[in-house]
């Protein structure tokens, strides 16, 4: 039973350490900012531009260059690098907070769970639309999953990560609509 206080008790410190760390990495700039304080945010922005653009780069440069086209290629190429460094920066903020995020895909998920409308952890794509027919795509399987699941761990004071998860975003899902037609 120590032990388990134990893991816990690091966990938690681990979590504030980690979130306190990336906060003094980059300040946010206030009146009265500190030259240091604008110099230390400015090369750690740097630094995440830097980063989210060889990222970018990586994937333009993979599979996904088939589907560019030339006369676009300079427009398309600057609109994947600004969506990497949008989502650097949010990435960056959410590792900010205390708290710990949990993506739950359809790989983590009960293989062929049954949709339901009540589910609290799930909604149905826009493109299924559910409400003209709830009466037969309620349980069924859902096959894929547009979204998956963001679960938040803990508070920001750095409490209760040992607690039952909150829903920060439902999984959207896609149902499979066919009728069943299998023979028996």
Same mark, same amino acid.
């Given at each position: 039973m120590k032990f388990a206080n134990f893991v816990l008790a690091n966990g938690r410190e681990a979590?504030?350490?980690? @979130?306190? /760390?990336?906060?003094?990495?980059?300040?946010?700039?206030?009146?009265?900012?500190?030259?240091?304080?604008?110099?230390?945010? @400015?090369? /750690?922005?740097?630094?995440?531009?830097?980063?989210?653009?060889?990222?970018?780069?990586?994937?333009?440069?993979g599979p996904a260059h088939h589907f560019i086209q030339s006369d676009s290629e300079d427009q398309f190429i600057q609109r994947v690098k600004a969506i990497y460094k949008t989502a650097a920066v949010l990435s960056y903020q959410l590792w900010t907070r205390r708290t710990t995020i949990k993506c739950i895909t359809l790989r983590d998920m009960e293989p062929h769970a049954p949709f339901a409308l009540d589910n609290p952890w799930m909604e149905p794509h826009t493109l299924v639309r559910y409400d003209d027919h709830p009466d037969q795509l309620s349980g069924r399987p859902?096959?894929?999953?547009?979204?998956?699941?963001?679960?938040?761990?803990?508070t920001d004071e750095g409490e209760g990560y040992d607690q039952k998860g909150r829903v920060w975003a439902k999984a959207v899902v896609w149902l499979d609509s066919r009728m069943d037609t299998r023979r028996p």
């Open positions: 979590h504030i350490w980690r @979130s306190q /760390t990336l906060r003094l990495l980059y300040p946010p700039l206030r009146n009265g900012s500190t030259d240091a304080e604008i110099n230390l945010q @400015s090369l /750690t922005d740097s630094q995440i531009a830097r980063v989210s653009e060889w990222h970018a780069e990586r994937f333009i440069d859902f096959t894929v999953v547009v979204h998956p699941i963001v679960e938040a761990f803990g």
